[in-house]
T-cell receptor, first 110, second 115 residues
Framework: GQSLEQPSEVTAVEGAIVQINCTYQTSGFYGLSWYQQHDGGAPTFLSYNALDGLEETGRFSSFLSRSDSYGYLLLQELQMKDSASYFCAVRDQNTDKLIFGTGTRLQVFP | DTEVTQTPKHLVMGMTNKKSLKCEQHMGHRAMYWYKQKAKKPPELMFVYSYEKLSINESVPSRFSPECPNSSLLNLHLHALQPEDSALYLC??????????????FGPGTRLTVL
C-alpha cells in the first residue's frame, strides 16, 4: 500500500519562502501531485512530478526524488491567500487510486 | 467550462431519511469520483466510475449507493446514514481513469450533517 507523511502544520510570514515535505512509502506510483485546499473549499491541483527533479509553476515549485522517497512543494513570495491545507498525492500503479498524504496546514502571517 | 458542480452545498438529514447528492461536469471527462473528507483529514476515496462503469468501490457501506446516469452526471444516494457519516462529500473528475498524471478536478463539495 501507499503511505505519505507530511508535517501537520507550517507557519511563515508574508514574503517568505516555505517548503512542505512529503515522505512516502510506496510499492509503485506514476508520479507525485500537489493539491491546495482552502478552508471550506475544494482541493485544487497545483503541480505534478512524473520524473525526478524540479517543476516550476510561477511562485510554486515541486520536487521529486524517487531514490529518496521524498518530495516537496516550495512556495515563494508567500501571500496571505496561500494560507490553506496542502496535500501531496500519488496514483497507485496497481489500483490506479489517487492516495493523499496526511496534509499540511500552512498559516501565513502579516 | 472547467468546473465540477455539486448540489446541494449543505444537507442536514435524519438517520431515517433518503437523500441524494448530485455532481455534474461538462469537460468531457470519462472518470468521476466520490470522496469523503472529515475535518483536518485528507480526502478518502469512496467510488470511481470509469466510462460510466463502477470500477472501484472502496468497501463503502451499502447505505451509500452511487449512480452514473451518463458521462456528465454522478449521483450518490444516501439512506439510513449514521451520525459518523457527517462529512464533506467531494466529487471529482479526470480525463480518464488512467494513471499517467491525470489531474483531478474537484467540485466544491456537499457538507453533510446526519442527526
Amino acid at each position: 500500500g501507499q503511505s505519505l507523511e507530511q508535517p501537520s502544520e507550517v507557519t511563515a510570514v508574508e514574503g517568505a519562502i516555505v517548503q512542505i515535505n512529503c515522505t512516502y512509502q510506496t510499492s509503485g506510483f506514476y508520479g507525485l501531485s500537489w493539491y491546495q485546499q482552502h478552508d471550506g473549499g475544494a482541493p485544487t491541483f497545483l503541480s505534478y512530478n512524473a520524473l525526478d527533479g524540479l517543476e516550476e509553476t510561477g511562485r510554486f515549485s515541486s520536487f521529486l526524488s524517487r531514490s529518496d522517497s521524498y518530495g516537496y512543494l516550495l512556495l515563494q513570495e508567500l501571500q496571505m491567500k496561500d494560507s490553506a491545507s496542502y496535500f501531496c498525492a500519488v496514483r497507485d500503479q496497481n489500483t490506479d487510486k489517487l492516495i493523499f498524504g496526511t496534509g499540511t496546514r500552512l498559516q501565513v502571517f502579516p | 467550462d472547467t468546473e465540477v458542480t455539486q448540489t446541494p452545498k449543505h444537507l442536514v438529514m435524519g438517520m431515517t431519511n433518503k437523500k441524494s447528492l448530485k455532481c455534474e461536469q461538462h469537460m468531457g471527462h470519462r472518470a468521476m469520483y466520490w470522496y469523503k473528507q472529515k475535518a483536518k483529514k485528507p480526502p478518502e476515496l469512496m467510488f470511481v466510475y470509469s466510462y460510466e462503469k463502477l470500477s472501484i468501490n472502496e468497501s463503502v457501506p451499502s447505505r451509500f449507493s452511487p449512480e452514473c446516469p451518463n458521462s456528465s452526471l454522478l449521483n450518490l444516494h444516501l439512506h439510513a446514514l449514521q451520525p459518523e457519516d457527517s462529512a464533506l462529500y467531494l466529487c471529482a473528475s479526470s480525463q480518464d481513469g488512467s494513471g499517467l498524471g491525470n489531474e483531478q478536478f474537484f467540485g466544491p463539495g456537499t457538507r453533510l450533517t446526519v442527526l
